[in-house]
């Protein structure tokens, strides 16, 4: 049961990148929006990425490295949107982003501090 739930946390970080990889490289038009205000759907999606890849990996060093990786990814998919029809970059939600995937990492660390069963 308690490996189940780390294997659930690890998709789920899987899930919600490959959606935020997604979602902000369709057009404008074709892109899925939830009921949530647009930076209040980014801190939720790069958090738990942060949270449940955070479970793939047991060194502290390589969590620093996946809250970086994610922050440089919010920073470059705001980028590629430049090139997207009907969307736009904005440097403070790839701020935001980046911080809210850190905030997500940070939390799994202290997860696992709290219960070492959970690490990898």
Do not use: N
């Not at 739930?5 to 369709?26: D, E, K, P, Q, Y």
């Not at 647009?38 to 390589?62: I, M, Q, R």
């Not at 970086?68 to 919010?74: H, R, V």
């Amino acid at each position: 049961m308690r490996r189940m739930l780390v294997h659930v946390f690890r998709a789920g970080g899987v899930i919600s990148l490959s959606v935020i990889v997604v979602a902000s490289l369709v057009p404008g038009e074709l892109r899925p929006h939830s009921s949530l205000p647009g930076d209040l759907e980014h801190v939720v999606t790069y958090a738990a990425a942060g949270f449940g890849l955070s479970f793939l990996f047991s060194e502290a060093s390589e969590g620093t490295v996946l809250a970086f990786g994610l922050f440089l990814l919010a920073c470059a998919l705001e980028i590629l949107q430049l090139e997207i029809p009907g969307r736009r970059a904005d440097t403070i939600t790839a701020i935001l982003s980046g911080m809210a995937g850190g905030c997500g990492v940070k939390t799994a660390r202290g997860v696992m501090a709290r219960w070492p069963w959970l690490l990898p």
